[in-house]
């Protein structure tokens, strides 16, 4: 989509507020994950998930915290969590 100006600009659909929700999700996934990786002490190695996906993981963890970061090629990217 452009604007008259020439910029583009993105156009996010939330359809059944399914971003949301998914969000909501993702959001305790990572904190119930980033924990158990604080107590064990080990790295967590989640499935592949989109850019989306993955930036909720990011985001919560550095709330908590902790370190992640991204491993692999799309579409097979993954996050790993550390537990310092």
Not at 8 to 31: G, V, W
């Amino acid at each position: 989509m452009q604007t008259s100006s020439g910029d583009r600009s993105r156009l996010m659909l939330d359809i059944e507020n399914f971003r949301a929700n998914r969000r909501k999700e993702l959001s305790a996934l990572a904190t119930k994950l980033g924990e158990e990786a604080k107590s064990s002490g080990k790295e967590i190695r989640l499935d592949p998930m989109n850019a989306f996906e993955r930036k909720i993981i990011h985001d919560t963890i550095q709330d908590m915290g902790l370190t992640s970061e991204s491993e692999g090629e799309d579409p097979r990217r993954f996050v790993v969590i550390f537990p310092s």
